[in-house]
């Protein structure tokens, strides 16, 4: 097995003072919303120089300014503003777009260690923390370049981190930069298997880097299902998509389970099921037209599960549990493919008519749906999610950087999706709340004596009604999570989160989420 390159984040060192001699560093990019918030911190003089640009620049407040200044590390300034932030559509990515066009900006003029000096707000009480993160997510450099270009492989040595607002102790701010530092581990990993391309990243390799990734992590376990035989018994609707790709050894699809209990007595379980399609060429239904591109990032579902719980590993949160299916495999077109018409029995025992093979992710995770369901039944306060680039109806609905998340009804009951959109908006990963009815129920049914439930119908999903939130009823009629609902005994919450337009785009890195917004709501709590 080839050892991967697997992602580093830079190391993040307090800094506690701005006058202070810091040879060590090479740049000084501050991050503010107007020039008064930095005037206790920094030297008179930067002050002077700053607002003799922004009397000579129109739109000083609206850009990156650079400066060179004596005093300063490196004798780079890098004034990168916010803009404005308290307009009703305003929110806290407006510190992390200034951060992010702030340390572009140093690494471009060739600063290898800068210092990001961030000034927080009161009206966003993270905004410190959206700031670091965007930073960070700077400095990654792509899977395929650190493997394939050595010298290329870091863009930065180390970074420092100011906070000129308030004052929390020195410890607290140490463990706000440990969070955020496991957060982008986190993100990375999902960068590297979401981006990788489609023989870099086929499932056998997304099965070795995965391994690979936990092999010295004690807290999480994994196991790796590649018997076909075992997918046909356990999980025939996988076994379906799997079948085309299957003649290829090198796209053997894989299923990955993975698991963290932390210390103490559990009082929450997350079970989570990844959609990670390597390549999708529409199977059968083949993507024509040139929509073909971009279909490598269809996996970002299953990277950003492994992502979290890369998290996990970073922080081993107390009291927690974490449960995760990583559906990996690639959707071919050839003479083994699954076809539409075709009548398969789920896991569950719901028997399903295919509509289309081109709606393969709902296929992939149905049956680990099922399987995290049965778990769940034995497991202290689960929470069940799927996470998928599914529709793309999602983005004709709500456009790209946002994910859709649609509950059931004990997830309702719980306002899951409510508690994620205030987690998303809280960290700059936002989300739109979208509502399963039973239209959606009647959509999925099939009308005739065969079959239980039809798949998909033959339209894009985009020309669609309700074409995001009908996969979400087939998702749990398909698994039987329907079973589960409020009438039951035993109510299970279940949440899909539909991340196609949030999930990043060719040429474009992924972008981890939503890693962020789920580490908000689970973890910052018992870490912070």
């Not at 001699?21 to 700053?50: G, M």
């Not at 074409?467 to 589960?484: C, E, I, M, N, T």
């Not at 035993?490 to 580490?519: E, Q, V």
């Amino acid at each position: 097995m080839a050892s991967n390159q697997l992602a580093t984040v830079p190391d993040v060192n307090l800094v506690k003072n701005l006058s202070s001699p810091l040879q060590e560093y090479d740049a000084l990019v501050v991050v503010a919303s107007e020039l008064d918030q930095i005037a206790e911190f920094v030297d008179s003089s930067v002050i002077k120089h700053l607002q003799t640009f922004s009397e000579l620049h129109n739109n000083f407040n609206g850009e990156v300014t650079v400066t060179i200044m004596e005093n300063i590390p490196g004798k780079r300034l890098i004034y990168s503003p916010t803009g404005p932030i308290n307009r009703d559509f305003d929110d806290v990515r407006c510190f992390s777009d200034a951060a992010s066009a702030g340390v572009q900006k140093a690494l471009s003029l060739g600063s290898r260690s800068p210092i990001i000096a961030s000034f927080g707000s009161k009206k966003y009480r993270q905004a410190n923390l959206v700031t670091l993160l965007a930073a960070l997510e700077a400095t990654y450099v792509p899977l395929q370049i650190r493997e394939d270009v050595p010298e290329r492989k870091t863009k930065v040595d180390k970074l420092g981190f100011f906070i000129g607002q308030g004052s929390p102790h020195d410890s607290y701010y140490e463990k706000l930069i440990s969070y955020a530092r496991a957060i982008e581990c986190g993100r990375a990993v999902g960068r590297d298997i979401g981006g990788g391309d489609p023989e870099r990243m086929a499932p056998p390799r997304v099965a070795e880097y995965v391994q690979e990734l936990f092999n010295s992590s004690p807290h999480i376990k994994v196991q790796i299902v590649k018997d076909k035989k075992e997918f046909e018994k356990k999980f025939p609707l996988f076994a379906a998509v799997n079948r085309a790709a299957s003649c290829v050894d090198r796209h053997q699809g894989r299923l990955i389970f993975l698991e963290y209990i932390g210390e103490g007595e559990i009082d929450t379980t997350a079970l989570l099921v990844g959609k990670g399609i390597t390549f999708d060429t529409g199977g059968l239904d083949i993507k024509a037209g040139g929509i073909m591109a971009g279909m490598s990032y269809d996996k970002c579902g299953a990277a950003n599960v492994t992502g979290f719980f890369k998290v996990l590993s970073e922080l081993k949160p107390k009291q927690f549990k974490a449960v995760g299916v990583l559906a990996v495999a690639r959707n071919n077109c050839g003479e083994e493919g699954y076809t539409a018409d075709e009548v398969i029995t789920s896991r569950a025992g719901v028997r399903i008519r295919i509509g289309n093979t081109d709606a393969e992710g709902r296929m992939v995770m149905a049956d680990p749906l099922c399987y995290i369901k049965e778990l769940a039944l034995n497991e202290v306060n689960p929470h069940l999610f799927t996470m998928a680039t599914l529709t793309g109806h999602v983005i004709r609905a709500y456009g790209t950087n946002y994910t859709a998340a649609v509950d059931n009804g004990p997830a309702r009951a719980n306002e899951t999706s409510q508690k994620l959109q205030a987690a998303g908006d809280e960290i700059g990963d936002p989300f739109e709340i979208s509502t399963v009815r039973r239209e959606d129920f009647s959509f999925i049914a099939d009308h005739g004596e065969v079959a239980d439930v039809l798949q998909c119908n033959n339209q894009a999903s985009s020309a669609t009604s309700r074409g995001h939130q009908f996969p979400a009823a087939f998702l749990a009629r398909v698994s039987g999570l329907d079973k589960y609902g409020r009438d039951s005994n035993k109510p299970l919450p279940y949440t899909h989160l539909d991340i196609a337009g949030s999930a990043g785009d060719l040429p474009h890195n992924p972008t981890g989420r939503p890693i962020p917004a789920l580490c908000q709501m689970f973890l910052a709590d018992r870490v912070l």
